[in-house]
């Protein structure tokens, strides 16, 4: 029965209609349990979505690892939602101890263990060696969390950390597939950025009641206020943060995005982006942009400049008026007082205090200790001097590589890398290496490091085949060379 099925998996023709037709039986399980609206029926939903998530997760996984990684992308773009529509229809804010929907995603990325003895060949080459010097550094973290704090609480963050690391190392292993990973990751953020941009728009104005009961349940201050037009856009995702740090790197992605629906995407992209205000993903935007257009080739170059006449033309005129120029007017106004910004402050006098809290930490508090607002100074605390600098060192050392090496005769891979610089930047402010947003940041790396994998045995090859297609000498010519 497992070998016929692998051999499905892997059959080009039968593998998709399968696979529908799963996805197909799923949606009509979840709709018959989402309409009886019984609790019992809904907390079965919960655990089903997180269920279905990785039987289809593993399906792809064999069958088309491009999809595979789309999917993936989904999950992260949508679990919240489903948690908060299956609260609202229970009634109740679930904690998120109780919420199986926002594991999915975690659930359906470690699919890629199954792999992961063959994958252990490649982290001993020189482009898995940073990556495996990170999952040494993150299980170090574990085991000194694992007798600091409580186990299981130990265990739920260690996904945070290693699922990005697997998402790379995913990407790293396919490098010769790069071309279909591409399209299908910049396809997913393309209609992502459309469909989570129009929801981020539309819950400004009316504040649906699922998003309403989840920030009185949550009691997340930095959301705003639970009415309509006092909501800081967190759209499909669990906060303003994430959720602008992943439209940043989408809008982003627009650049390289081709046919109408990139360029229809822009204006709630954008809009919904302005309205989560949030300060440093605009920032991100800004670092990112000017670094790809930095190294973006003449015609590149002349197509982002048009792509950004085209999105100012169409957004400024929205964005500076009514309700929407009042919010980011007066959010945009605090760059001009930094003397008085309360955050700021409160991030300079953290550095301060942790510098002095760092220097007697050298073991490290383990995973499950408390965070900072700074990736730094968390990555350091939890993981200690010999996991904290071996996990910055290996990350600075291919960021590095990325920024310096990749194709600039590739406009994607110069795209992302501009996002993991800005992502970098960023973590001076705020968790950038897990979660979602980690996912995010290894998966440009990784992408990054994979085109020039790819273009430099493809450009190899060429030569080679070049080579051969050359005319031998003829014997007249040999014969007059040798006189």
Known sequence: M???????????????????????????????LFLSAHPSALRLLSLSYM???????????????ALYLGF???????????????????????????????????????????????????????????????????????????????PFRATTVLLDWICPLLMALFILARWRQYPRLRSVFRTAFTWGVLIIGSYGV????????????WMEGSRMLSAGKPEPLGIRVFSMLDSPGPFAMIMMAGLILLFDSKGPVGRVAAIPGYLAFLLSLVRGAWGGWV???????????????????????????LTIPLALSGDIGDRTGARMETFSNLEEDGSLQERQHMYGYMLT????????????????DSDFVTIIYQLGW??????????????????????????????????????????????????????????????????????????????????????????????????
């Open 72 to 150: 993936i992308w989904w999950l992260w773009f949508l679990s919240p939602f489903v948690r908060r529509i299956i609260d609202y229809h229970l009634g109740f804010f679930t904690p998120p101890s109780g919420a199986f929907s926002l594991l999915a995603p975690y659930a359906a990325t470690l699919v890629i263990l199954i792999d992961l003895p063959r994958y252990g060949r490649m982290l001993t080459r020189r482009l898995g060696v940073p990556l495996l010097i990170c999952f040494m550094a993150v299980l170090y973290g574990y085991l000194v969390g694992m007798t600091k704090v409580e």
């Open 357 to 372: 809290q760092l220097l007697f930490n050298p073991i490290g508090q383990g995973m499950g200790a408390r965070t900072f």
């Open 51 to 65: 269920g279905v998530s990785v039987v289809v997760g593993a399906w792809l996984y064999i069958s088309s690892p």
């Open 287 to 313: 670092l990112a942009l000017s670094y790809s257009l930095l190294r973006l080739q003449n015609a590149s170059r002349g197509r982002v400049f048009a792509m950004l006449a085209l999105v100012a033309c």
């Open 202 to 213: 539309y819950q400004f104005f009316a504040a649906p009641p699922w998003d309403v009961l």
């Open 386 to 483: 010999v996991g904290g600098f071996a996990y910055l060192g290996a990350l600075i050392t291919i960021l590095i590589t990325v920024l310096r090496d990749t194709p600039p005769s590739d406009r994607f891979a110069i795209l992302v890398s501009g996002i993991a610089l800005a992502y970098f930047a960023l973590m001076l402010m705020g968790p950038q290496v897990v979660g979602a947003k980690g996912c995010l940041f290894w998966s440009c790396i990784a992408f990054a490091v994979t085109s020039r994998q790819y273009h430099s045995e493809h450009d190899s090859d060429e030569e080679e085949h070049n080579t051969s297609l050359e005319p031998a000498p003829s014997s007249a010519s040999q014969t007059s060379a040798s006189r």
């Open 2 to 32: 497992i070998r016929t099925l692998a051999d499905i998996a892997r059959d080009p023709k039968r593998s998709p209609l399968l696979a529908g037709g799963i996805i197909l039986i799923a949606f009509g399980m979840y709709g018959m």
